[in-house]
T-cell receptor
Framework: EAQVTQNPRYLITVTGKKLTVTCSQN?????MSWYRQDPGLGLRQIYYSMNVEVTDKGDVPEGYKVSRKEKRNFPLILESPSPNQTSLYFC??????????????FGPGTRLTVL | AQSVTQLDSHVSVSEGTPVLLRCNYSSSYSPSLFWYVQHPNKGLQLLLKYTSAATLVKGINGFEAEFKKSETSFHLTKPSAHMSDAAEYFCVVSERGRGGGNKLTFGTGTQLKVEL
């Protein structure tokens, strides 16, 4: 089944404790992206990747890191989480980062709470 | 810069009555436009997309949207609401970003409630 998977689905942590949220897709998509969803703000892009080893900042990149060493994986790293990073996080992928046929497929989400 | 405005944060309809979720956009170029739906505790699912082929776009589950360039609108409609339509709906605009790739901008969402 074609899908985007994220792990963990739920995470409660404390301020300053480094964490990684994994994202994997099995559709051979070039483009991957991370979003955070907060009430009343919709989804905001954190980072995106056009292809392996090509990443760039989205609208809200502060406090996050990413890497794209393999085409299928795009982990999100919080080196020193803070309470304002408590949010619902979505990973997404699409066949290409350009062109009209850039429908994004979303993972199920990771709910992160930073105490 | 592109932007999306969803005019209603909450919409409530009775089952069997029409649904109208309003979306206005701002874009420098000819954008691609999407509607996504998010059911409780689920990820986002694509309902439909506009990519300049036709102004009236049909999607899944009986939803459709009409692109009106003169009004910069892309409202989502359904003739008859079903209880299973209760969810949050996001209007999304896509255009070329500064890095060369497509940049998606999401609206703030419309929560649709369907009552018996």
């Amino acid at each position: 089944e074609a899908q985007v998977t994220q792990n963990p689905r739920y995470l409660i942590t404390v301020t300053g404790k480094k964490l990684t949220v994994t994202c994997s897709q099995n559709m051979n998509h070039e483009y991957m992206s991370w979003y955070r969803q907060d009430p009343g703000l919709g989804l905001r892009q954190i980072y995106y990747s056009m292809n392996v080893e090509v990443t760039d900042k989205g609208d809200v990149p502060e406090g996050y890191k990413v890497s794209r060493k393999e085409k299928r994986n795009f982990p999100l790293i919080l080196e020193s989480p803070s309470p304002n990073q408590t949010s619902l996080y979505f990973c997404a992928s699409s066949f290409s980062g350009t062109g009209d046929y850039n429908e994004q497929f979303f993972g199920p989400g990771t709910r992160l709470t930073v105490l | 810069a592109q932007s999306v405005t969803q005019l209603d944060s909450h919409v409530s309809v009775s089952e069997g009555t029409p649904v109208l979720l309003r979306c206005n956009y701002s874009s420098s170029y000819s954008p691609s436009l999407f509607w996504y739906v998010q059911h409780p505790n689920k990820g986002l699912q694509l309902l439909l997309k506009y990519t300049s082929a036709a102004t009236l776009v049909k999607g899944i589950n009986g939803f459709e949207a009409e692109f009106k360039k003169s009004e910069t609108s892309f409202h989502l409609t359904k003739p008859s609401a079903h209880m299973s339509d209760a969810a949050e709906y996001f209007c999304v605009v896509s255009e070329r970003g500064r890095g060369g790739g497509n940049k998606l901008t999401f609206g703030t969402g419309t929560q649709l409630k369907v009552e018996l």
